[in-house]
C-alpha cells in the first residue's frame, strides 16, 4: 500500500508540528483505527496503514526533508515497510514506544523464543518504455535494518550474558487491559520482545535492538512486458527475522517513465505521425520508427484524412505472460504549413479555385448537419 494523499493531512497535522505533535496525532490516530475497535471494516483498516505510512516518513528527519521539497516523488527508491501486507500487531511491534502503556507493546503474538518473520520493505525502481520492450537488470540500492555485526543481533554488549527479563518473568508475555478495559490482552513482552531474557548492558553499537541500518545493492531482473505499477518480488532481501525466523521480502514496484512519441495501451503502441496535406491527398511511402530502435515502412494511401490509423502488426509490446506482440497504431496528424513561398502558395491558390467542398467527405457530412439544424430549427 503506498498512499498518494498529503501526508500531513494523513494525520491531521500542520507542516510546522514538531515531533511530538506528530507521534501524538499518530498515536490518537492509530488508535481510533485500530482493527480491536473496528472488527470487519476495511476502510478503517486501510486507513490504520495509512497513518503508518505517513508516521514512518514524518518521523524520519531525512525522509521528511525529502517529502517536504519534492512530496512523494522525493521517496522514489527510498525503501519503506511495506504497511499493505502488515498486520496491526506488526505495526505495534515497530513502534512499540509509542503504544507500549496501552498495548504492552504490541508485536507479533509468539510464544517465548518462537520465531518471527522479519518485516516486508518497499522500494521503486524506474525504467523507459524501451526497455519495457527488451526486459532490463537494473541495480537497486536500498536500506534496511540488518543484525548488528557487534552482538550479532542479541542487543547485549559483547561479553556479558543475558538475564530473565523482570518485566514478564522469563516467559516472554505479559497481560494488559484491552480496548476500553472490556477484555484482557495477551501480548508479546515489550522488555524483552519475547525472548525471556534480556541484556543489563545493552550493545554500544546498536543501542540493544541487534540491528542496524545497512546499505544494500540488489541486481533486478525486470522482464520484458511489465506493466506500470506491478510489484516484483524478492525473497528474503527484507529485514531479518527473530528467534531464527526467516527475513521478509522486498517489493519493488516498477514504474514506466512516459515516452516523448508512444503512447501505451495494453501491449499496443500508439504514434502520432505528422504528414503534410500533400501525402494526405497524393499519398505516399514514409518509414514509422518503433520502439525499439527498427523502422517500418507504412503506405500513405490516396484522400487519407486526419485522425486515419495506420496499424503496423506486432511491432507493439510483449504480453508479460505468453510474449505475444502488440500492434503499432500510427495516427494520421495533418500539419498545415504556417509560411508558404509565393511559388506554393500561387499552386495553391489554383487548386482552391477549383476544389469542389460539397464531395470531401468530411465537410459534406458537417454542411449536410448544418442545413438540417438550420431547417429545423430557424423555419
Avoid at 507479533?108 to 532490463?136: C, S
Avoid at 519475547?194 to 543489563?200: I, N, S, V
Avoid at 512519441?261 to 497524393?282: C, H, K, N, Y
Amino acid at each position: 500500500m503506498a498512499t498518494t494523499r498529503d501526508y500531513y493531512e494523513v494525520l491531521g497535522v500542520e507542516k510546522t508540528a514538531d515531533g511530538a505533535t506528530i507521534k501524538s496525532a499518530y498515536r490518537r490516530l492509530a488508535m481510533k483505527y485500530h482493527p480491536d475497535r473496528n472488527p470487519g471494516d476495511a476502510e478503517a483498516e486501510a486507513a490504520f496503514k495509512e497513518c503508518a505510512e505517513a508516521y514512518e516518513v514524518l518521523s524520519d528527519d531525512g525522509k521528511r526533508q525529502r517529502y517536504d521539497q519534492h512530496g512523494h516523488a522525493g521517496l522514489r527508491g527510498q525503501a519503506a515497510h511495506d504497511f499493505g501486507s502488515m498486520g496491526a500487531e506488526d505495526i505495534f511491534s515497530m513502534f512499540s514506544d509509542i503504544f507500549g502503556e496501552a498495548f504492552g507493546g504490541g508485536g507479533r503474538r509468539r510464544g517465548r523464543g518462537g520465531a518471527q518473520r522479519g518485516y516486508d520493505l518497499e522500494t521503486v525502481a524506474e525504467i523507459t518504455l524501451e526497455e519495457v520492450a527488451t526486459g532490463v537488470e537494473r541495480e537497486i540500492e536500498f536500506t534496511r535494518q540488518d543484525v548488528c555485526k557487534t552482538c550479532n543481533g542479541t542487543g547485549g554488549k559483547p561479553g556479558t550474558q543475558p538475564v530473565t527479563c523482570v518485566t514478564c518473568g522469563g516467559v516472554g508475555q505479559v497481560q494488559q487491559a484491552g480496548l476500553g478495559g472490556m477484555f484482557r490482552m495477551v501480548t508479546t513482552c515489550p522488555a524483552c520482545g519475547g525472548a525471556g531474557k534480556t541484556y543489563a548492558e545493552k550493545c554500544p553499537a546498536c543501542g540493544g535492538s541487534g540491528t542496524q541500518p545497512l546499505k544494500r545493492t540488489i541486481t533486478l531482473k525486470v522482464p520484458a512486458g511489465i506493466r506500470d505499477g506491478q510489484v516484483i518480488r524478492v525473497a528474503g532481501e527484507g529485514e531479518p527475522g527473530k528467534g531464527g525466523g526467516p527475513r521478509g521480502d522486498l517489493h519493488v514496484v516498477v514504474r514506466v517513465a512516459e515516452h516523448e512519441l508512444f503512447e501505451r495501451r495494453d501491449e499496443d503502441l500508439v504514434l502520432r505521425m505528422p504528414i503534410s496535406f500533400a501525402q494526405a491527398a497524393l499519398g505516399a511511402e514514409v518509414e514509422v520508427p518503433g520502439i525499439t530502435g527498427d523502422k517500418h515502412a507504412v503506405t500513405i494511401k490516396k484522400g487519407t484524412q486526419h485522425g486515419a490509423v495506420l496499424t503496423i502488426r506486432d511491432a507493439g509490446l510483449p504480453d508479460l505472460r505468453s510474449g505475444h506482440l502488440g500492434d503499432l497504431h500510427a495516427v494520421a496528424m495533418i500539419e498545415v504549413p504556417t509560411r508558404l513561398s509565393a511559388k506554393q502558395e500561387e499552386a495553391l491558390r489554383a487548386y482552391a479555385a477549383t476544389e469542389e467542398h460539397d464531395v470531401l467527405p468530411e465537410s459534406k457530412s458537417f454542411w449536410e448537419t448544418i442545413k438540417s439544424y438550420l431547417s429545423t430549427n430557424h423555419e
